[in-house]
């Protein structure tokens, strides 16, 4: 699934450079270095899978023929095409050594500069190269690129000058193994992780001819009291004999998409879980899978657009990222539009993120201002219009690939997979912890880079319970709707765990929200939820709800109906309410209810109950008013008779001041 940068092999140089044997070795060695180097080009020759074989028998080799400039190049290839590519860089410093006119040998020591972050060296060796082919073009495009290399070696000499203030640690051997692990997924509450790995213990524990590596398989572990557990592969049906890679999750951790080659080309797959067991994972629709390559895909927070990464048609250039919306009438996504050049370029896109505050998005490229392979970037939507994208800047990312970053909801932790000189082999899981520092935020934002929300605000709110049957205390399914108070708009849907009840939601700060819990045969139950501009201090609301059956007696308070002050006229506030009330009403046609109104204990005994009774009276007008029989509803004043709190504070006065319905 990883898109590598991997050199072509210069097979065709090899019998153009004379064996330069070192005086000091013996004939029998020198024959037994030379038969070790003649088994290691056949692999070579034959790339892709066998180049750890080829460099096993090189480096028996190298001993006798440490001056030959033809097999310090192949060692130097074989770990540009292995797990630890900065190690090719003194074997082209000895390659040049011995043959300064090898050709290409500029680009390669150019490009094994930039690895190690040496990017002057870097740069004096690419322009080296460019002089020697100027006016000249390679057959093989990839050693045209020596422009594009100076620009990244400009880039990452600015950015690692100018480094944000983040602290960047390798998740170590209890996450990371020596092959590649990559493709990490995060639940919003930071306590779930999903990742992707090429390890022995793979399912169904077979290789892949074509790489000699292990089929991919998903790995699974959580967080308690501070510490990941050990990462174990998903059972059946997640997993499966073929590839089967993590590359998208919604933000409650219940619903992951895969990567799957079925078809050979790679298509998109959406799993969902219910208590601890994942389902079957299932094809996306036509609109998303296409006949090219999806390799990545995250869900907005209110679940509406889905982004994923696809090299079709109608792109930019290699893989861009797209988005589809849902179709509610057609219960399915709608056709893709892709990003545009703000963020997508000429070169490869892949890894996206959608940060629950509605309008961030995190994702890597290879264009744009990358120091080198895939670095990640940020960009912003306002209104229809996506912002420059902005690179994280020094040491987020490197000269390497650094992909699939991700970020818990509060924003104080990422996470990604990235190829380092201090990582096991490959690709690594790392963590990055943003620390405030306006000072080194300001430069990074000078330089190019994107300015890090590190203050402990991210913009949003968690909101996380469980959804119980009132009279079983046990957890249930329920369809949970989100409300933007302000104009009755749908935030987002979703639904609780069917086992447990659980749920998990983030929805932007800033806003008033109602929020509606229904299930078939129960009351509907609201919560009305205030989140400020600074959402820090409530990013992770708690709640435990208890769903009432339709019963006689039962009663549920609705939070989200309210008054103009000491008055019975309706705020525009209250119609996302009234209309579930209306919804349960119809669909349940034989069900009588009671509308109460309640006051604090301010004011008279007279004037509270009739301003209750009022109240009361306008929920029942409405209800009315919108084809509910008259019969159906009654309405009753209690003013301050039927207090659930003390009136000793605003707090538990405000708690008395409510509306309350009861079937009769």
């Known amino acids: 699934m990883v898109n590598r940068y991997i050199l072509p092999v210069l097979s065709f140089l090899i019998t153009l450079v004379p064996v330069q044997v070192s005086g000091q070795s013996d004939p029998e060695s020198l024959r037994r270095a030379q038969e070790a180097m003649k088994k290691g080009d056949a692999f070579f020759d034959d790339g892709g899978a066998h180049f750890g074989q080829a460099l096993a028998l090189y480096e028996q080799a190298y001993g006798s023929m440490e001056n030959d400039a033809a097999l310090n190049?192949?060692?130097?290839?074989?770990?540009?095409?292995?797990?630890?590519?900065?190690?090719?860089?003194?074997?082209?410093?000895?390659?040049?050594?011995?043959?300064?006119?090898?050709?290409?040998?500029?680009?390669?020591?150019?490009?094994?500069?930039?690895?190690?972050?040496?990017?002057?060296?870097?740069?004096?060796?690419?322009?080296?190269?460019?002089?020697?082919?100027?006016?000249?073009?390679?057959?093989?495009?990839?050693?045209?690129?020596?422009?594009?290399?100076?620009?990244?070696?400009?880039?990452?000499?600015?950015?690692?000058?100018?480094?944000?203030?983040?602290?960047?640690?390798?998740?170590?051997?209890?996450?990371?193994?020596?092959?590649?692990?990559?493709?990490?997924?995060?639940?919003?509450?930071?306590?779930q992780m999903m990742f992707t790995s090429r390890r022995s213990n793979t399912t169904g524990g077979k290789l892949n001819k074509a790489t000699n590596e292990y089929f991919e398989d998903i790995y699974a572990c959580r967080m308690t009291n501070g510490v990941w557990s050990d990462p174990v592969p998903m059972a059946p049906p997640v997993n499966t004999n073929g590839n089967d890679a993590s590359v998208g999750l919604y933000n409650d951790g219940r619903?992951?998409?895969?990567?799957?080659?079925?078809?050979?080309?790679?298509?998109?797959?959406?799993?969902?879980?219910?208590?601890?067991?994942?389902?079957?994972?299932?094809?996306?629709?036509?609109?998303?899978?296409?006949?090219?390559?999806?390799?990545?895909?995250?869900?907005?927070?209110?679940?509406?657009?889905?982004?994923?990464?696809?090299?079709?048609?109608?792109?930019?250039?290699?893989?861009?990222?797209?988005?589809?919306?849902?179709?509610?009438?057609?219960?399915?996504?709608?056709?893709?539009?892709?990003?545009?050049?703000?963020v997508n370029t000429i070169h490869d896109e892949d890894g996206i993120f959608v940060h629950p505050d509605g309008r961030t998005i995190y994702f890597s490229s290879k264009g744009h201002t990358s120091m080198g392979g895939f670095d990640v970037f940020k960009s912003e939507l306002n209104g229809e219009q996506w912002s420059?994208?902005?690179?994280?800047?020094?040491?987020?990312?490197?000269?390497?690939?650094?992909?699939?970053?991700?970020?818990?909801?509060?924003?104080?932790?990422?996470?990604?997979?990235?190829?380092?000189?201090?990582?096991?082999?490959?690709?690594?899981?790392?963590?990055?912890?943003?620390?405030?520092?306006?000072?080194?935020?300001?430069?990074?934002?000078?330089?190019?880079?994107?300015?890090?929300?590190?203050?402990?605000?991210?913009?949003?709110?968690?909101?996380?319970?469980?959804?119980?049957?009132?009279?079983?205390?046990?957890?249930?399914?329920?369809?949970?709707?989100?409300?933007?108070?302000?104009?009755?708009?749908?935030?987002?849907?979703?639904?609780?765990?069917?086992?447990?009840?659980?749920?998990?939601?983030?929805?932007?700060?800033?806003?008033?929200?109602?929020?509606?819990?229904?299930?078939?045969?129960?009351?509907?139950?609201?919560?009305?939820?205030?989140?400020?501009?600074?959402?820090?201090?409530?990013?992770?609301?708690?709640?435990?709800?208890?769903?009432?059956?339709?019963?006689k007696g039962q009663q549920e308070v609705m939070r989200n109906l309210f008054f103009e002050k000491d008055r019975a006229d309706l705020s525009k506030n209250s119609f996302a309410e009234l209309g579930q009330l209306l919804s349960m009403l119809r669909e349940n046609p034989s069900v009588r209810v009671e509308v109460s109104g309640h006051t604090d204990i301010d004011g008279s005994a007279s004037h509270n109950e009739e301003l209750s009774s009022a109240r009361a009276q306008a929920v029942a007008d409405h209800l009315i008013a919108n084809g509910i029989r008259a019969d159906r509803v009654e309405s009753k004043g209690y003013g301050a008779a039927k207090p659930v709190a003390p009136n000793d504070s605003e707090e538990n006065k405000r708690l008395n001041r409510r509306t309350e319905i009861k079937v009769l």
Not at 103 to 118: C, E, M, S, V
Not at 301 to 329: A, K, P
Request: hydrophobic share 35%.
């Open 388 to 551: 420059k994208a902005t690179n994280l800047g020094w040491p987020v990312n490197g000269p390497d690939d650094d992909l699939y970053f991700v970020l818990t909801a509060d924003g104080s932790t990422g996470y990604f997979s990235s190829v380092r000189q201090s990582g096991m082999g490959e690709d690594d899981l790392y963590s990055v912890n943003f620390l405030p520092d306006e000072t080194a935020n300001d430069m990074a934002n000078a330089a190019g880079g994107a300015t890090l929300s590190t203050d402990g605000t991210s913009g949003t709110v968690m909101l996380k319970g469980r959804v119980r049957d009132f009279k079983l205390l046990a957890g249930m399914e329920a369809s949970i709707d989100i409300l933007d108070l302000t104009d009755a708009h749908l935030v987002a849907r979703f639904h609780s765990d069917a086992e447990t009840g659980e749920f998990m939601v983030v929805v932007p700060s800033g806003h008033d929200y109602a929020m509606h819990v229904r299930a078939n045969g129960y009351l509907f139950h609201s919560e009305n939820v205030s989140v400020p501009t600074d959402g820090a201090s409530v990013n992770d609301l708690a709640m435990d709800i208890s769903l009432q059956p339709i019963e």
């Open 255 to 342: 619903t992951m998409v895969i990567y799957r080659d079925e078809k050979g080309t790679g298509d998109l797959y959406e799993s969902r879980r219910t208590g601890a067991s994942w389902s079957a994972p299932e094809a996306m629709g036509p609109t998303i899978n296409s006949k090219g390559h999806e390799s990545s895909a995250w869900y907005s927070f209110d679940r509406q657009w889905f982004y994923f990464v696809s090299d079709r048609e109608g792109g930019m250039g290699g893989q861009d990222i797209w988005r589809s919306r849902w179709s509610e009438d057609q219960q399915g996504w709608g056709e893709p539009e892709n990003l545009g050049p703000i």
């Open 73 to 191: 190049l192949k060692i130097g290839l074989c770990h540009l095409n292995s797990k630890y590519h900065h190690k090719s860089l003194s074997y082209f410093q000895r390659t040049a050594e011995l043959d300064p006119s090898m050709p290409r040998i500029h680009f390669l020591l150019g490009y094994a500069y930039q690895l190690n972050a040496d990017w002057d060296q870097a740069i004096v060796e690419f322009e080296k190269h460019k002089q020697a082919n100027r006016g000249f073009m390679d057959p093989v495009d990839t050693y045209n690129q020596y422009d594009k290399h100076i620009t990244e070696c400009k880039y990452g000499k600015g950015f690692s000058a100018t480094p944000v203030r983040a602290q960047i640690e390798n998740m170590g051997p209890a996450i990371n193994s020596e092959v590649a692990d990559y493709g990490v997924l995060i639940s919003a509450d930071g306590e």
